[in-house]
């Protein structure tokens, strides 16, 4: 009988064993640096607890874990028009952390989604407040402006809005094309600038040298066979000079064709 009686209390501690150790094991919690537990007593604020070790009575604390950490909440793609009428697609994250603990368990049940669908509100009002060209060319100017007025709604929740960063902005395709047709006109008209300033300082020049012909007449005369030496120095012709030159330009055309042939001589010994 005694035999019995042991095995009996034998397998009454083993079954004790099973059913207490995981509730101790549930009593002794272990909380990272970057979480925080709130503790709730029979449904009541206890207060938040971590980082370390915290004990939690078995079926009378209730314990939510909140990650302290930054997170990202990548919205879906929002549709909006612009001030100036502009239907534009534009895909945004947002990057926020948690501050208080107490209000995020106290103040909103789903902290995530209700700050997500927020910022996709305050998205699409912000865009609609500016037109196309500074949504484009400021943008990170536009997602400063969705990011502060996002953490003003969010803020009584214990939560910080960190950044918003926009991603993409997709415009329709009758847009893109148009603008791929304006670019291309403005760069032909840089071109056609750069030419007409060139043309405008080749006349400027082209004048300059004709006061100076007129003031000068020989100088005219001697720009005159100039051309007229090289244009028989690349065909091989025989440029007669008139007896009547005057003396001058008779002597400057012959010292500059003799230059011209002690320089074929050269050439040719070399």
């Not at 059913?19 to 909380?31: D, H, T, Y």
């Not at 929740?157 to 304006?182: E, N």
Request: net charge neutral.
């Amino acid at each position: 009988m005694s035999t019995i009686s042991l095995i009996v209390d034998i397998v009454i501690a083993i079954i004790v064993l099973i059913i207490v150790i995981p509730i101790l094991a549930s009593a002794i919690r272990i909380v990272p640096e970057y979480q925080r537990l709130v503790k709730l007593r029979l449904g009541k604020f206890k207060g938040v607890y971590g980082p370390g070790l915290v004990l939690v009575i078995p079926f009378i604390d209730r314990v939510i874990t909140i990650d302290l950490r930054t997170i990202m909440l990548d919205m879906p793609s929002q549709r909006a028009l612009t001030r100036d009428n502009v239907e534009v697609s534009v895909d945004a994250s947002v990057y926020l952390r948690v501050l208080d603990a107490k209000n995020v368990v106290l103040s909103i049940q789903e902290y995530r989604s209700a700050a997500a669908t927020i910022a996709a509100a305050t998205l699409r009002d912000v865009v609609g407040m500016v037109d196309l060209d500074t949504l484009l060319t400021q943008r990170e100017e536009v997602a400063k402006r969705i990011a502060s007025i996002v953490d003003e709604h969010v803020e009584p929740w214990g939560l910080k809005i960190s950044s918003v960063a926009i991603k993409d902005i997709k415009l329709p395709d009758t847009l893109v094309r148009a603008m791929a047709a304006q670019a291309e006109a403005e760069r032909m008209r840089r071109a056609k600038v750069i030419l007409a300033q060139a043309d405008y300082e080749a006349s400027q020049m082209y004048l300059k040298a004709a006061e100076t012909y007129v003031k000068n007449p020989t100088a005219l005369t001697l720009r005159q066979l100039d051309t007229l030496l090289e244009v028989a120095k690349e065909h091989n012709l025989i440029l007669v000079v008139p007896s009547n030159l005057e003396p001058v330009t008779a002597a400057a055309l012959a010292l500059k064709a003799r230059g011209g042939q002690e320089g074929q001589g050269s050439s040719s010994a070399s």
